[in-house]
């Protein structure tokens, strides 16, 4: 019953507009940008760059650009490696079929990776959610763009979204100390959590991944990377069920974003209309990720497709029906992963007792 009211309940606001509207700003410039220039085979990097600005949200000014600045490097690597994953496809002359199971292996690095540098540079998001979305979406892209200007492009994102973060010292009345923190050495109990997580994250992200793929190649269905990212989103929460919750709150908020979605692809927008509704979308999933799980997912729903749309054209059916089924499948297989450990627990208790 507490896990169904979670679903409903509004935790209290913490300056969500203030996160929100540096977030909508960061990804909206860039793109419009390619809008002007007719290059939005490079928007894929120039969103990812982006995220950036969703790290640091209330920090004072110095610590947040450290925060952001880590978080866009981190960014900008996985961009690369996925890029040179979708080339190494190429180059093996690998078939379709081994090209999707090259992606799942490296998505499933980048998963375990990046969860363990995230917990070890201390950022805010945790885990490997957008890493594992970015390595995924950029290496399935059939056409690749020159390397270094979906490189420049993602470097150049990232610098904006690292003075949009500091644009605030322009106004003394909300100017911080530079003081750059002081890193805390991690404690051993810290180190063990952080690996401990990181193998999560690696099995989630896998095993999503791998069921996806084989179901859809049976069933035919695609984006088999939306499974894994569903998979790790259970994986973040301070109880079992907490962490089960926001498993079944990424499906209840995924479906009725694809509502949504669905009321936006029937007015047909042409290119800056779809970059007005990536901000707009950016904008409402930063003013409730920290408050509302499931009204946040309404929101990156259908900023996910939308922007999958921008980049790599494709029937709106086919990804309203591949975002719910994968969707479904990852969530199942993070929560499985969640309970796994409290089920090996009680069998082992009963195993003694018996």
Known sequence: MKMLSEMFTMAPGNKDHQVAIRCAVGVFVPLITLVFLDRLDLAIFASFGAFAGIYGRNEPHAKRFLLQFRAGALMVAVMLLAALTARAGVALALSAADTVWLQVAATTFVAGSCSLIVAWWRLRPAGSLFHIFAVAAIASIPNQPPLWQAMLVA???????????????????????WILPASAPFTPAETRTALLESVGYLVAAGLAGTLATLLGEQLGFGHNYWAMV????????????????????RIVGT???????????LLQPVPWQTVMVIAACQFGAEMFIARQYVLAQIFVTPLALVSTLLVAPSAPGVLLRDRIFDTVIGAAVGIAVVLAPAVRRRLRTAAREG
């Open 155 to 177: 470097v150049l994102t990232v610098s904006f979204s690292l003075l949009v973060g500091l644009s605030s010292r322009v106004l003394p009345s909300r100017r911080t100390p």
């Open 230 to 249: 569903a998979a790790v989103v259970p994986l973040v929460g301070h109880t079992t069920r907490h962490r089960v919750s926001r498993g079944l709150q």
């Open 255 to 265: 479906a009725i974003g694809l509502v949504l979605l669905a009321g936006i692809l």
